[in-house]
C-alpha cells in the first residue's frame, strides 16, 4: 500500500478492486513535475523510487517512516550519482532525499548489493527507460534469486536483460503494457509451512508451485525438508506436513533466502539439536538488527542463543511465555508467532507491526490453528 500510495502521489493512475490492480505508466517518468513520495516503513519503495523518480523531469522528494529513515541507503546513493542523477540525502546517506530529475543517459554503473539486492533490482527496473540502457557491475551481492526474479519478470514485459556472471546488460527500451499475475509471496508463506513443521499437521499454499522464481520456496524445499519435513511441490501449490519431531539441519547457509532466516530461529528450539544459521550478515540492516532481535526474543523465552557477525545459533530446549520486543519488524512478530503455536502466552509490544506486509496475519494465523482444532 506505501508503494502504491507513493505512485499515486507522483501522478501515476493507480487502481484496485478486490483482486486487481491497474496502473498506467509513464516511459519519461512521473506524471507529476513536483511531488513527495512517502514510503512509510516499505525498504522496497524507498528503494525502488528513487531510481524511477530520476528518469522524469522534476524536483521529488522521497521520505519516509523514522524506521526507514534511519536504514542506510549508501549503495544506491552512490549508484545514482555515478549516472549523474542529482541526489541531496537530508544526512549522510539516509533518507529524506531530494531528487532533481532530468532523465538517465545510462552507461555503465557500479554496484554493491552486499547488504540489499534491492539496489541492484531498482538500477535494473530503471534501466530500460534510460536513454543507453545500463551496464551493470555487481560488486558483491546478496538474495541472489531476488534478482533474478526481477530480471525474468522485466523480460514478460518486454525487457532485453541479460546476465553473464557479475555483469548485467539491459538494452533500452520500452516496457510494454500486459496482464500479470503476481503469485503468493514466499516468505509471508514460511510462517505457515513452519506452523505444520512444529505441530505435524499439513498447510498448503495455493499458487505458489514449481514454476515459481521465488527463493524464498527453499525454506520449505530444502530447509523443512533437511528437517524431517514431508514437502511436495506441484505446479500451482506447495504442501507441507511436519514431522513426530523436528530435525536438527545443523548448519544452514542462508544468504540468499535471509528473509526466512527468522523463521528457522523462531523453529529451531523445536529441533532434535542445535541449528546454526549462517552467511546472514546483511539482516542487521533490516528493519531492525534480525540477528540481535531474534536472539533477545528468544532469549526472553528461555532459549540459549549464540550469535555473532553473521550468524546465530539456536540450542534447543523448553520456550516459556514472554513479552516479545518487535522492534517494529513485522517479520519478528510474524516468525515468532509461529514459536507461540506450541508455546502458550507469547505476546507482543506492537503486534500491529504486521500491518506493513500483512494486516491480517494474526487473525489468518488464529484462522489456521482453530481449523486444525475443528479437524
Known amino acids: 500500500m506505501a508503494f502504491a500510495g507513493a505512485l499515486a502521489a507522483l501522478g501515476f493512475a493507480v487502481q484496485r478492486d478486490e483482486e486487481v490492480w491497474s496502473i498506467t505508466g509513464s516511459p519519461s517518468g512521473p506524471p507529476a513535475g513536483?511531488?513527495?513520495?512517502w514510503c512509510h516503513d516499505a525498504g522496497t519503495a524507498a528503494r525502488?523510487?528513487?531510481?524511477?523518480?530520476?528518469l522524469g523531469s522534476g524536483e521529488f522528494s522521497i521520505d519516509a517512516s523514522e524506521q526507514m529513515r534511519a536504514r542506510p541507503m549508501g549503495a544506491l546513493l552512490r549508484a545514482l550519482r555515478a549516472l549523474d542523477v542529482r541526489v541531496e540525502p537530508a544526512a549522510g546517506d539516509r533518507l529524506p532525499w531530494r531528487i532533481a530529475a532530468d532523465g538517465v543517459a545510462g552507461g555503465p554503473v557500479q554496484v554493491d548489493a552486499g547488504t540489499s539486492s534491492q539496489y541492484l533490482s531498482a538500477l535494473?527496473?530503471?534501466?530500460?527507460a534510460t536513454k543507453n540502457g545500463l551496464a551493470i557491475e555487481v560488486l558483491d551481492e546478496v538474495s541472489v534469486p531476488y534478482v533474478e526474479l526481477t530480471l525474468a519478470m522485466m523480460r514478460e514485459f518486454g525487457a532485453v536483460a541479460t546476465r553473464d556472471g557479475s555483469r548485467i546488460v539491459v538494452e533500452p527500451g520500452t516496457y510494454r503494457a500486459r496482464n500479470y499475475v503476481v503469485e503468493p509471496d514466499a516468505s509471508t508463506a514460511s510462517y505457515f509451512?513452519?506452523?505444520?513443521?512444529?505441530?505435524?499437521?499439513?498447510?498448503?499454499?495455493?499458487?505458489?508451485g514449481r514454476r515459481s522464481l521465488q527463493g524464498d520456496l527453499r525454506f520449505?524445499?530444502?530447509?523443512l525438508t533437511a528437517m524431517g519435513c514431508q514437502v511436495t511441490v506441484d505446479d500451482d501449490r506447495t504442501t507441507v506436513t511436519g514431522p513426530a519431531q523436528l530435525h536438527s539441519p545443523g548448519d544452514v547457509v542462508m544468504r540468499d533466502i535471509s528473509d526466512t532466516m527468522m523463521t528457522l530461529a523462531a523453529i529451531a528450539p523445536y529441533a532434535d539439536g542445535p541449528v546454526r544459521i549462517t552467511d546472514v550478515g546483511n539482516v542487521r540492516f533490516k528493519e531492525s538488527d534480525r540477528i540481535d532481535a531474534m536472539a533477545t526474543a528468544l532469549g526472553a523465552?528461555?532459549?540459549?542463543?549464540?550469535a555473532g557477525p553473521d550468524w546465530l545459533e539456536i540450542i534447543p530446549g523448553v520456550?516459556?511465555?514472554a513479552l516479545v520486543q518487535t522492534r517494529a519488524d513485522h517479520r519478528i512478530a510474524m516468525s515468532m508467532s509461529v514459536l507461540g503455536i506450541r508455546t502458550p502466552g507469547i505476546r507482543f509490544d506492537d503486534p500491529d507491526c504486521v500491518r506493513k506486509t500483512f494486516p491480517g496475519f494474526h487473525q489468518s494465523f488464529a484462522e489456521l490453528q482453530q481449523a486444525w482444532q475443528r479437524a
Open 220 to 223: 520449505a524445499t530444502e530447509v
Open 301 to 306: 523465552c528461555g532459549i540459549i542463543i549464540h
Open 319 to 321: 520456550p516459556h511465555a
Open 34 to 37: 513536483t511531488a513527495t513520495a
Open 124 to 128: 535494473c527496473l530503471m534501466a530500460p
Open 48 to 54: 525502488f523510487l528513487p531510481a524511477l523518480v530520476a
Open 193 to 208: 509451512f513452519a506452523a505444520a513443521a512444529v505441530t505435524g499437521r499439513t498447510v498448503t499454499v495455493l499458487g505458489l
